[in-house]
């Protein structure tokens, strides 16, 4: 089940509680769709379906032979289920080790900013959330995400998910009168990631077949602002960008790989006309920064290597 961390809030700046849960709301129904996407997609289920159908196939193969397939299946799962515990282990030790003992770190980060100059969107809160069992914290340089998830269950496939979701304002105030000569606003938020992440897939066998691990960098950005629903304030969006980048795709490899964070990383733009603003409401950008995890066969895993740093910052609204 999704996991919504502690969120760190500007005190700067507070929102009311209605705008609050709104926020909250939306992110709770984005976990709610990825996981009803993976329970609909139901792959373990298949892939035992799969087994099973292997199975009865070298059993009838192997029948006039006289050979003891379950002897043959078992040790084949036992030794493939010792050959992928050990390298788990061996990895997350190295990389334990590696973040007690090259721990990167960079200059703080304000975690409490007053408002900018306007138009500059204004920092209100960043909220993680997890799927996979990794450990978080705030430190005085932003947010630290380490550990991860290793498929521990024989024939298994899971979908995982992690990251943050920070929102910005503009409040009525503070936003310009005056349309632009086009008529149209431009929004170029960016982030800065540091660290990295460690892949490992499985070779491919005879009864699990593939070994896959993979871990994709989501970037969404939106505009929006609240309306009224029946049951409280509903988000209008005034227009959403979303950018996906590989960091690894390895299968059937039976070895390991690093990849590392990009450090500054501009999200996609978004353009919103001045005429479909409501004026007397808040402008609210949501900044979300998610890693998409698959895993396939026992003993695949994504871990960070040795952790990741995210870093949010505060931008102007410009002219488009």
Known sequence: ?????????????????????????????????????????????????????????YRASFADARIDTEQVFNGFETIRDKLHTSVA???EKAIDVKRLNVRQRVTDWDLHLPAPEPPDF???????????????????????????????????????????????????DRFPQAPPASGWWRSRPWVELFGGIVTFAPDWDLLQGHGMASCVLRLRHTVFQLGFGQQGPVPVVLGEAVSERTLSDLEDTGYSRHSGMPGWTRLPEVRFQHARRTPADTVFAEVEVRFDIHLKAAGALVWCDPEILLRNFQWPLEAA
């Not at 991860?148 to 298994?156: A, D, F, I, K, Q």
């Open 122 to 172: 204004w920092w209100a809160s960043t909220q993680p959330f997890d799927t996979a069992g990794h450990t978080m914290s705030w430190e005085d340089d932003g947010l630290h995400i380490f550990g991860g998830p290793t498929l521990h269950v024989w024939n298994g496939d899971r979908h995982e998910t992690f990251g943050a979701v920070a929102n910005f304002t503009i409040t009525a």
């Open 1 to 57: 089940m999704p996991t919504i961390i502690e969120a760190l809030t500007n005190r700067e700046q507070q929102l009311t509680p209605e705008e609050a849960a709104a926020l909250t709301s939306r992110l709770g129904a984005e976990l709610d769709m990825f996981a009803l996407a993976n329970d609909v997609e139901r792959a373990t289920e298949r892939n035992e379906e799969a087994g099973r159908a292997r199975r009865e196939l």
């Open 89 to 91: 282990e061996g990895l």
